[in-house]
């Protein structure tokens, strides 16, 4: 008989690591007391980058119409993208529960808590428990929207992103408090469609953690838009009114029909990780795992209830790795190439380490850049805004790429593979790049990190 594991939570680190684990000959039990695919993929990443693909048509349409390629106006259906959205969602969602399934996992639909050492309880919504032996356990539970010590922010009906997904008419006017990756998506989806936003930054930019030079373009390009962006300005009470929210810093006031919470998120560990000696982190509820996954004795944890970053791909990776170290392998992931992909006024795709991280760590870098509009392929889809930068260190080696463009997030697959493979310039001169690509931006940058880029 094969191993037996408990994995409480059913989102990418959980479903992923069932998956793999079956693979691998475990006799399985998932546990998930919502829905199938997580925050990913039912109130995140999945049905903001649906909406995001109409926003994308639309600005694709009006550049046609300015260069009167297109003539006149269009008209666009913000219910009808609320329905093709949730149609995306349910079939994938359908999809994970299929995959669970085919391979024979038990899927169990309730609250998961931990019992002891090789016992999870589950407890599903008539309060009715069944209990699952195991030799392993996988904690999972993901992340909640985190919520900030502002007065009147619990009574304001202050919209997750989930509310915000939901929503099924657009509002005339939305103000955005916090200006991360989820705030400036939402600000570039909203606004694109006519809605007026302003976002609110406590700290001194926008994108805290993200290149500064791609703020600075992904900035601009969102002001360019309509946005009104005011960053070093902390909210200090916020208030419901008879047509909307008024937010209040100092004598300023910021009024909307709306209002999005996009301050972070925040862990959500299961109960009874205290019976199997599971410690927290950071004083932010997240549970401490060592470079394998391990969080104890036969207890492991992946994802989001990890602590940041708070990214699907990087959850799911976890989730693999800790169920293939169950099976005696010691396998560790490597933070300093961790990809992520955001999607706002410009596409962006950043792997390893910025420029000023990179400056921190080493004596003497090499940094390149290439900018969109000298790309032929950028030219040919009217998009000249952005650029491809990359990092390495003294040696060659590329440490860091960072891509703010169309199709950035589908550049940085190839960065990946580049800063996790540890790979050179040198080996990126070997590579013929087909033409005319926009894959033709990133090795142009990587050129330019010695001074031998052509096209520019």
Known sequence: MGKKIAIIGGGPAGYVAAIRAAQLGAEVALVESKKLGGVCMNVGC????????FSELAREIKSASKERVIFGDFSFDWLRMLRQKDSVVRRLVVGVGYLIK???IELFEGTGKIRKKGFVDVFDKSGKMRTIECDEILIATGSEPSSIPIDGWDGAGVWSNTEALAAEKLPKSLLIVGGGVIGCEFAHIFSTFGCKVTIVEIMDRLLPGVDPEIVEIVTKALAK????IRTGVGLERIERTSSGVVGYSGEERFEAEEVLGAVGRRPTPPDGIDKVGVELDHGAAAVKVDLNMRAGENVWAAGDVCGPPYLAHWASAMGEMAVENMFGAEKKLDRDAIPGAFFTALEVGTVGLTEPEARERYDKILVGHFPYQASG?????????GFSKVVANADGRIVG?????????EMVCAASLAVSNKLTIDDWKKSIIAH???GEILKEAVLDCVGEAIHV
């Open 377 to 385: 392929r950028a030219k040919t889809t009217s998009s000249p805004e």
């Open 401 to 409: 790429i960072h891509i703010a463009g169309k199709q950035a997030s």
């Open 102 to 104: 085919k391979n024979k």
């Open 46 to 53: 999945i049905p903001t980058k649906t909406y995001y693909h």
């Open 436 to 438: 005319p690509t926009f």
């Open 225 to 228: 838009e309509g946005v009104a």
